[in-house]
């Protein structure tokens, strides 16, 4: 029951100045979000990478309020961009980015978003990587399909999100794997109404496992955003009965979430993507983690209490 809480006070103001503020919330972020800058970031990908995983790297931050912060947004991406040229790693560091952060929710902002990601887009092909588009709460996402589908002109291999949470996403993967995208199938973060999302856990599972196949049978390049271990054995099955092999397939976990995993799964075989997320706007990001483990929570306000 604590999820939806926690969940609607990501987006109060009021909440995020006060545990933004909070002298110990750093140390529980940093569990989550290694770093506050790129200096901070390079060596943790560095790490990474040297232990057999592959990154996809997300500069937080969301709900931004002027054209010009959507354009530091666009600007911290090409700042990554270009330290992450010398390492020369090609796909096995990626982007993730939120559309809301490039000016989406602003006035003009589906064009405006889609000014800002595309030298992104660009300037990531330009060192033989790719991009990500997020998906955000259900309102937003008509317009990021629109902007995927606009990128995937130039640069087949953007890739989009899809969540099993909204009753849409069924329709949303059948079109996808037709089209040959790459597709990350997570369950979905955000506190979405009973009207457009199931709300139970285990119709959220089995809609998650409808897609997949969905996804493992068609033309595109599935990426399965779990951590649930029943869902990546199932994954793993379903994989294989499509006639897939590793590398046709990814998995893809969070930095701090279940580590010991990243590196059992990339052992195997498997390509193993961790979601890497950096920078000093972490409020609703971090807040999406301690909503979906209440454990989280009572780790993070001990932290508060010892202090
Ligand atoms: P769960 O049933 O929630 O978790 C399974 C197990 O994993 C738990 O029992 C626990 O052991 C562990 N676990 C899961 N979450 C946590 C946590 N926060 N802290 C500690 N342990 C945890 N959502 C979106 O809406 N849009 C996106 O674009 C998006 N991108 C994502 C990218 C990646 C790579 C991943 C992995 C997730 C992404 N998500 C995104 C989040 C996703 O929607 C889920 O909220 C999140 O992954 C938790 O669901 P789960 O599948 O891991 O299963």
């Not at 997300?58 to 709900?63: A, P, S």
């Not at 912060?69 to 993730?96: C, F, V």
């Not at 990587?129 to 998906?135: G, I, K, R, S, Y």
Request: charged letters at 30%; glycine letters at 6%; a negative charge.
């Amino acid at each position: 029951m604590l999820g939806p809480v926690i969940l609607a006070a990501s987006r109060s103001d009021r909440m995020r100045r006060l545990i933004s503020a909070a002298p110990v919330t750093k140390q529980v972020v940093d569990r989550f979000i290694p770093g506050e800058d790129v200096d901070d970031i390079v060596p943790v990908i560095r790490d990474l990478s040297g232990q057999g995983l592959e990154l996809t790297m997300d500069v937080v931050g969301e709900d931004i309020t002027s054209p010009a912060q959507a354009a530091a947004a666009r600007d911290a991406y090409l700042e990554l961009i270009d330290r992450l040229k010398p390492l020369e790693l090609g796909t096995r560091a990626e982007m993730s980015v939120k559309l809301s952060m490039f000016g989406q929710a602003l006035e003009d902002g589906h064009e405006l978003a889609l000014k800002n990601v595309r030298p992104v887009v660009e300037a990531a092909a330009e060192i033989g990587t790719t991009v990500t588009l997020d998906a955000e709460d259900h309102t937003t996402l008509d317009s990021m399909f629109a902007i995927h589908e606009e990128l995937r002109k130039d640069f087949p291999q953007t890739g989009c999100v899809i969540q099993a949470y909204l009753f849409r996403t069924e329709d949303d993967a059948r079109r996808l794997a037709a089209d040959g995208s790459r597709v990350r199938l997570v369950k979905g973060a955000y506190k979405e109404p009973a009207s457009v999302a199931h709300q139970d856990k285990h119709e959220i599972d089995r809609a998650y496992v409808r897609i997949l196949r969905t996804l493992m049978e068609g033309e595109g390049y599935p990426m399965i955003g779990s951590h649930d271990p029943r869902l990546i054995a199932i994954a793993q099955e379903l994989a294989h009965r499509a006639g897939r092999k590793p590398g046709d397939y990814e998995f893809q976990m969070l930095y701090g979430i279940r580590a010991e995993e990243h590196l059992r799964l990339a052992a195997e075989g498997h390509r193993m993507r961790v979601y890497t997320a950096y920078g000093t706007d972490w409020y609703g990001y971090f807040m999406r983690r301690l909503a979906e483990k209440p454990a989280n929570l009572r780790f993070f306000a001990r932290s508060m209490l010892t202090k």
